[in-house]
């Protein structure tokens, strides 16, 4: 009896409880009919596009009523083309008054500027204050205290800049007159003597032909190549005549800084215009003239078209 009780119970308790599921079921299946019937959102894009109408600013009433009235007034044409043809007029009449201002002040005298003032190390120095004999402008532009001893030499009085120096000195039978050759063999001693190391040099005698110092090619500055020189100068004689383009065309090929072409005779006709055309990289050529005789102008030429300086030292 207890047993039967207790299995109706259990029963009772299931079917309350299987009710109560399909309540709760019916009810959500009705609120969901009742949000699809629920009519659809506006796009966000349409609100946007309305609320910046809103937000646009309407004509005001006057501004509205001039409009109407220009479309309405024939007159109004009238006027918009002689508001352009002012506007139009207007850069005209500026163009005019500026050209009036321009010609008063071109008529009103200028205060004169203050005179400018030139360092001396500005000053270019002018050719007439060059020493006696010398012509050419390659020292006169150079502030030689700023270049270094072993990047400068001078013979004669000319320096010259750079590392590799060629001295082609005459050797012909007139340089015998006077004491012509032993000045050049003691301004060579000086010269070389104050060469240094990285600086290179050769020595080039002539007469008919060339008589070069022994190595056959720049040497370095050093003690040996000094005493070498000294020696080899020694057994140098003057003899013979006096054409330098054989040397000078040995010179020009060594592509050395400068070269220095020492002379005391007249040259062979067109030794200018031959050592001019193989000069080609324009090595420049200072030229030492110990005469001032019929030789002077070819060495003039020479030092001018290679952009040297020649010098007169008798």
Same mark, same amino acid.
């Given at each position: 009896?207890?047993?039967?009780?207790?299995?109706?119970?259990?029963?009772? #308790?299931?079917?309350?409880?299987?009710?109560?599921?399909?309540?709760?079921?019916?009810?959500?299946?009705?609120?969901?009919?009742?949000?699809?019937?629920?009519?659809?959102?506006?796009?966000?894009p349409e609100v946007e596009g309305k609320a910046q109408k809103?937000?646009?600013?309407?004509?005001?009433?006057?501004?509205?009523?001039?409009?109407?009235?220009?479309?309405?007034?024939?007159?109004?044409?009238?006027?918009?083309?002689?508001?352009?043809?002012?506007?139009?007029?207007?850069?005209?009449?500026?163009?005019?008054?500026?050209?009036?201002?321009?010609?008063?002040?071109?008529?009103?005298?200028?205060?004169?500027?203050?005179?400018?003032?030139?360092?001396?190390?500005?000053?270019?120095?002018?050719? !007439?204050?060059?020493?006696? @004999?010398?012509? #050419? @402008?390659?020292?006169?532009?150079?502030?030689?205290?700023?270049?270094?001893?072993?990047?400068?030499?001078?013979?004669?009085?000319?320096?010259?800049?750079?590392?590799? !120096?060629?001295?082609?000195?005459?050797?012909? @039978?007139?340089?015998?007159?006077?004491?012509?050759?032993?000045?050049?063999?003691?301004?060579?001693?000086?010269?070389?003597?104050?060469?240094?190391?990285?600086?290179?040099?050769?020595?080039? !005698?002539?007469?008919?032909?060339?008589?070069?110092?022994?190595?056959?090619?720049?040497?370095?500055?050093?003690?040996?190549?000094?005493?070498?020189?000294?020696?080899?100068?020694?057994?140098?004689?003057?003899?013979?005549?006096?054409?330098?383009?054989?040397?000078?065309?040995?010179?020009?090929? !060594?592509?050395?800084?400068?070269?220095?072409?020492?002379?005391?005779?007249?040259?062979?006709?067109?030794?200018?215009?031959?050592?001019?055309?193989?000069?080609?990289?324009?090595?420049?050529?200072?030229?030492?003239?110990?005469?001032? @005789?019929?030789?002077?102008?070819?060495?003039?030429?020479?030092?001018?078209?290679? #952009?040297?300086?020649?010098?007169?030292?008798?």
């Open positions: 009896m207890n047993q039967s009780r207790s299995i109706q119970a259990t029963l009772s #308790g299931r079917l309350r409880i299987g009710c109560v599921i399909v309540a709760l079921v019916v009810a959500s299946s009705a609120i969901g009919r009742a949000l699809d019937d629920r009519p659809a959102e506006r796009s966000e809103a937000r646009r600013p309407e004509k005001s009433k006057p501004e509205a009523e001039k409009t109407a009235k220009n479309q309405r007034d024939p007159s109004s044409k009238s006027n918009a083309k002689n508001d352009e043809e002012s506007t139009a007029a207007k850069p005209a009449a500026d163009d005019a008054k500026r050209k009036a201002t321009d010609a008063k002040e071109a008529e009103t005298p200028r205060a004169p500027r203050p005179a400018r003032v030139i360092n001396p190390r500005e000053r270019k120095r002018s050719r !007439f204050l060059a020493p006696p @004999g010398v012509v #050419g @402008g390659y020292d006169e532009q150079t502030d030689w205290n700023s270049i270094p001893p072993w990047l400068q030499t001078s013979f004669f009085g000319v320096r010259a800049k750079g590392k590799t !120096f060629i001295y082609v000195v005459d050797c012909s @039978g007139s340089m015998a007159e006077g004491d012509r050759m032993t000045r050049a063999k003691s301004e060579l001693r000086k010269t070389i003597s104050t060469l240094r190391y990285p600086q290179r040099f050769h020595v080039i !005698f002539y007469n008919d032909k060339p008589l070069a110092m022994p190595g056959g090619s720049p040497r370095v500055a050093d003690a040996l190549s000094k005493d070498d020189l000294l020696r080899w100068l020694r057994n140098i004689d003057s003899d013979g005549g006096t054409d330098p383009r054989e040397a000078m065309a040995i010179a020009i090929g !060594f592509r050395p800084d400068a070269i220095f072409l020492l002379s005391d005779g007249a040259f062979p006709d067109q030794t200018a215009e031959a050592i001019s055309k193989i000069n080609k990289v324009k090595t420049p050529i200072h030229c030492v003239d110990l005469s001032g @005789g019929a030789g002077g102008d070819d060495l003039a030429r020479i030092a001018k078209e290679s #952009g040297g300086i020649y010098v007169l030292r008798p």
